[in-house]
């Protein structure tokens, strides 16, 4: 079988890689089409190494004849258009915020929760959770299995990628600005990003988190479960790709380093890298282009009764998005469509 694949905000950074792992993955489409704003109908974006693929205006675009549309184009447009492609009888697997907590959606990590996808008949629209959440959910699964996942601690370290191309450029001129003494200029961000660090992504909640903070606790109770506490604290940092994270967990039983290391080696879409020595652990500019979540630094916290202390990494735009949302499409091909 061969498959009509619509990608929405395929000029994007998101959309970019989902093309790019398409590609890779020689997923099986007879057709492949991106979709943007007006401003970007026309221009061409790359498919795979050799190929390009014109961009096509998503605001009149008939999905009827498309059977999988992987949408990036921001919460706004996909509350639009979503629903629209999934009304003509396409399955819309939504990167954005839009969908994810609507009890009719499924929220899906394919390592973690793979039978939530069956419910996409629905609203025909399946969620794809925020970068931050799924490479946390990735790490945590294996062990929650192991020793039940009590509470957690997350501090992120989130690269600038995760708020969009524009985001990319504002972090270069800042940067150059600095060092030509010229004035430094402020859109996407609240605060400098060169050379600082900012605790503030996405908007301010009630309660005095930021709405990035409550996805992390909301999404990790959707996809893992709803028993485990999470407190986060999620900063952006001037890096490009790739998002670390300090996490601390807290478990029910005990568990000790060795069999959580183990179970995280043998665990789907992990790769351990933990070595106590210098260039021991991974780092955002490593994983850039890697499929993996890595986990490094894995050692007991004695602050509690059963506690690992970890460090979690992973490129935002690949495991964070585009990869997860691509691995959902390859899931639906071979267990939902052939059944
Ligand atoms: N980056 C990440 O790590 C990440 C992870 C998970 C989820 N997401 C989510 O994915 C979405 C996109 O993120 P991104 O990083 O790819 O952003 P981006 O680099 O700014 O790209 C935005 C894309 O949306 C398109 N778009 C904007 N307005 C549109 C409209 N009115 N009609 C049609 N297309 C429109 C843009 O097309 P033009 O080029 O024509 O403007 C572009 O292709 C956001 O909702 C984001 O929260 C991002």
Known sequence: MSYRVAVVGGTGNVGREML???????????????????????SEVSFGE???LK??????????????????????????????????GCVVIDNTSQFRMDPEVP????????DAIAGYRKRNIIANPNCSTIQ?????????????IKRVVVATYQSVSGAGKEAMEELFEQTRAIYMNAPVERQKFTKQIAFNCIPHIDVFMPDGSTKEEWKMVAETHKILDPDIAVSATCVRVPVFIGHAEAVNVEFEQPIDEAAATAALRSAPGVSVIDHRADEGYVTQVECVGEDAVFVSRIRKDPTVKHGLSLWVVSDNLRKGAALNAVQIAEHLVKHEFAA
């Not at 089409?33 to 401003?39: H, T, W």
């Not at 008939?62 to 492609?85: Q, T």
């Not at 946390?136 to 039940?148: E, F, G, I, N, S």
């Open 107 to 114: 929220l899906v990590v394919p390592e973690v929760n793979p």
């Open 50 to 52: 050799d190929k390009v």
């Open 55 to 88: 961009v096509r205006a998503l605001d009149n675009f008939d999905f009827k004849g498309f059977d999988i549309a992987l949408f990036s184009p921001g919460a706004k447009v996909s509350a639009v258009h979503a629903p629209r492609a999934a009304a003509a």
């Open 20 to 42: 790019q792992i398409l590609a890779e993955h020689d997923f099986p489409a007879e057709e492949v089409v991106p979709l943007a704003s007006s401003r970007s109908a026309g």
């Open 136 to 148: 946390m959910v990735v790490a945590l699964k294996p062990l929650h299995d192991l020793a039940r």
